[in-house]
């Protein structure tokens, strides 16, 4: 007779498998089968979908008594699979779906595909809802948009879906978008993003904050450079609360993942289904055997310090208060229980950690919490022995008061960040240097670029004619940063007269506990005269500040060294770039975003970096970083008043009024003009918005828009050729937002390059 025990497990294995060990040698289980692909669901649903493998769920069966041989075990576990089947869709249990929920059965629940893209097409046995390279060519999207949705209350957004091409890696791969579509704004929200494919299914889990406003949620499928790719989405669920709370009663398991581990690993418990041969108690969440929670034990432990890790899903946004959990904890020799908070660079700091010997109740752990960036929270279990006892976890929550009664995390980066407009903010000079760094002003002329911020504002300038001398140094202290954080420090430079750029303007770290100070980057080589960015990403265990340097190596090589627009943001700067951007941008640098040409030729719109083939007309480089891209009117192309059109998708018209920021340049003595026009659905003509003549400036100047559209509109923006070839127009940096300009105050300056004052610089 066999005997057959089913245990749930967890893991992070790219298939599911089901296999059977004999508990003679549990180490080498007999593979029986992998868990289905998208294809494979598709051609039977009804026997995959009746086991509810969502996100690296893993199932395992182990022989606990083998009394015939081991050759022949198939009759047995089909047997034991058909009694399995109804135990796992009791622990799946039937939960009533909240509004935006759907598990797509046997509708949409309300969503709605927008055919002007390809559709989503509903599996005919339903289960799931996909779209795929059948239906459309490489680039085309299928946009799924959900009814609309109100929660004042903090949710938890968790989707499962599967992304399935013929090739692993593409230059353009297919992707899925998560976007949130509030209400009154023209533009949705990028919430998440996949492209990774996969043989299995996963879950994505997205904290969406608290709002007074409306909202949808708008599911963007788009297919990439793959001869064969298809998108599928097997259910949403919207629940309030946050997404790394978690009772572990439903079949997703809140998104946690088990770090698989070929000995030890997190398994789950309860539900009337027996475990190994530890005796586990009843969940917390009921109090009852068919409750469920998560454990860990010892019995195939093989060395020494085994470690067995549960890993939350990552935070998708901000947020601070108290943790808390309930374990238990029975131990014969050496368990340590931590729990540790991960970033996304892999570095850990732990939080909490208990070893010692606990009863079998239920303990309550409490455990302040801060997330200002994205993070993981990781519950691991190390072991000693194969007899060293079991850890039990049930019910995270969370809240965002503190557990204890600290008031919080109270740094702001704001505090740390300037653009130099009225004053120096937080920054400050030791006065032993002498005035190394000055706040100066520059007009807009043909000669001379200005700052960064506007065009037309302040920035800081070093080794001035009243500072340049063989030897001199000038420092810019920032305001103190605590410590054990990680920080994005991004800032703009330009550097003018040195013969060798390098380490002309260098930053330091200074440690205040230990002063000490610490290179972490410095110029090579950079474009001259042109606005530069930089981004660098640090963590220091104490406090600390961020000192900008300049020096003058000699009285031969001694230029200037300008510096505006320096942001401090929590995180690594690859995290803050996505958290921190406008859902209404488009910098240009990967493409022409939301904006289309009626035709291309030679005359059109060209998207470029660099400079510009004709002299004396043009920008150097980019306003977004320098280096990057942006858009552009080649005049040697056209002819005198010639058009250029780039014309913005429909965009959704709102009460109220709107903002529209961009950053233009008009550069060369032919110039001509530079339109932005509104075109309202249903009316024959546009309405001009803005308007720009002749040359403005060398630099990039910052145009600003306010205006109001309750109807689906279009933005125009035209270029017309002026009298000569040097007369290039570039525009860069567009960004949509919902309500009044703030700085409507702009001063309008017009210059023709010939004033007495082009090159005066204002102190």
């Excluded at 001199?472 to 202290?477: A, D, E, K, N, V």
């Excluded at 060209?606 to 970083?625: A, E, I, L, M, V």
């Amino acid at each position: 007779m066999q005997l057959w025990e089913v245990g749930l497990s967890w893991c992070s294995l790219p298939t599911c498998k089901i296999t059977i060990a004999p508990m003679e040698n549990p180490s080498s289980p007999f593979l029986f089968c992998k868990r289905p692909t998208l294809q494979e669901l598709h051609a039977s649903p009804s026997l995959f979908l009746s086991i509810p493998a969502i996100d690296e769920l893993c199932y395992k069966l182990q022989c606990l008594r083998n009394t015939e041989p081991w050759s022949s075990p198939s009759l047995s576990l089909f047997g034991q699979l058909a009694f399995f089947v109804p135990t796992v869709l009791l622990f799946a249990g039937a939960v009533e779906l909240s509004a935006g929920s759907c598990a797509f059965e046997d509708s949409t629940c309300g969503y709605e595909s927008d055919y002007t893209f390809l559709p989503w097409i509903l599996n005919e046995e339903g289960h799931y809802i996909s779209v795929d390279t059948s239906w459309g060519a490489q680039g085309e999207k299928a946009v799924l948009t959900s009814p609309e949705l109100h929660s004042e209350e903090w949710s938890c957004i968790r989707l499962i879906y599967q992304i399935a091409t013929a090739s692993e890696t593409s230059f353009d791969p297919t992707r899925l978008n998560l976007y949130l579509r509030l209400q009154g704004e023209s533009f949705d929200h990028l919430l998440w993003s996949a492209k990774e494919p996969s043989d299995s299914w996963l879950i994505a889990s997205l904290d969406l904050r608290s709002t007074t406003k409306k909202y949808k949620i708008v599911l963007e499928g788009v297919l990439g450079q793959d001869n064969s790719a298809s998108i599928a989405v097997f259910e949403i669920k919207i629940t309030t609360g946050y997404c790394i709370e978690c009772d572990f009663e439903e079949n997703h398991l809140c998104g946690f993942m088990n770090q698989w581990n070929p000995n030890v690993n997190w398994f789950v418990g309860g539900g009337n289904i027996r475990n190994s041969q530890s005796i586990f108690p009843r969940d917390h969440t009921l109090n009852s055997e068919l409750g469920h929670y998560m454990y860990v034990d010892s019995i195939y432990v093989k060395h020494f310090q085994e470690v067995a890790q549960l890993v939350s899903p990552k935070t998708t946004t901000p947020m601070s208060g108290c943790l808390t959990f309930y374990y238990q904890l029975q131990q014969e020799s050496g368990i340590v229980f931590t729990l540790y908070m991960r970033d996304v660079n892999g570095f850990y700091e732990e939080i909490w950690k208990i070893d010692s010997t606990m009863n079998t109740d239920w303990h309550l752990a409490e455990v302040d919490f801060d997330a200002p960036y994205p993070m993981e929270v990781i519950f691991e279990v190390a072991f000693n022995s194969a007899k060293g006892g079991y850890v039990a976890l049930d019910d995270i929550s969370f809240s965002p008061d503190y557990c204890s009664n600290q008031t919080g995390f109270s740094f702001n980066p704001d505090e740390a960040s300037c653009n130099f407009e009225e004053d120096l903010c937080h920054f400050y000079q030791d006065h032993k240097d002498g005035p190394g760094w000055s706040r100066v002003k520059v007009k807009p002329n043909a000669y001379r670029t200005g700052d960064h911020t506007t065009g037309l504002g302040y920035y800081l300038l070093a080794n001035t004619k009243f500072t340049s001398q063989p030897g001199y140094i000038g420092r810019l202290y920032g305001p103190s940063l605590p410590g054990n954080l990680q920080y994005c420090l991004r800032f703009y430079y330009a550097i003018y007269g040195f013969f060798k750029m390098s380490d002309t303007l260098s930053v330091y770290i200074f440690e205040e506990n230990h002063v000490v100070q610490e290179k972490i980057w410095s110029v090579l080589e950079s474009p001259k005269g042109v606005w530069t960015q930089a981004e660098i990403t640090f963590k220091k265990p104490m406090p600390c500040k961020v000192v900008f340097l300049t020096w003058c190596k000699s009285f031969r090589d001694c230029g200037l060294v300008a510096l505006d627009d320096v942001s401090v943001s929590l995180g690594s700067c690859q995290t803050t770039e996505m958290w921190s951007s406008f859902p209404g941008e488009c910098t240009f640098e990967k493409d022409e975003c939301a904006f289309t040409q009626g035709r291309r030729n030679r005359s059109s719109w060209h998207r470029r970096r660099g400079q510009t083939p004709t002299s004396y007309t043009g920008p150097k480089g980019d306003h977004t970083t320098g280096v990057g891209y942006y858009m552009y009117i080649e005049a040697s192309n056209m002819i005198y008043g010639q058009k250029a059109r780039l014309t913005s998708r429909s965009l959704r018209g709102v009460s109220g009024k709107q903002c529209l920021t961009f950053f233009y340049h008009m550069h060369g003595a032919g110039t001509g003009l530079l339109n932005v026009y509104v075109k309202k659905e249903g009316d024959s003509e546009e309405t001009l918005l803005w308007r720009r003549r002749g040359e403005q400036s060398i630099t990039w100047l910052r145009g600003l828009i306010e205006y109001e559209c309750d109807k689906y509109h279009q933005i125009i923006v035209e270029a017309v050729r002026g009298v000569s070839i040097r007369s290039d127009i570039a525009i860069d940096d567009i960004l949509f937002q919902a309500g009044p300009c703030i700085e409507m105050g702009e001063i309008i300056q017009h210059s023709s390059g010939d004033s007495d004052d082009l090159n005066e610089i204002e102190y």
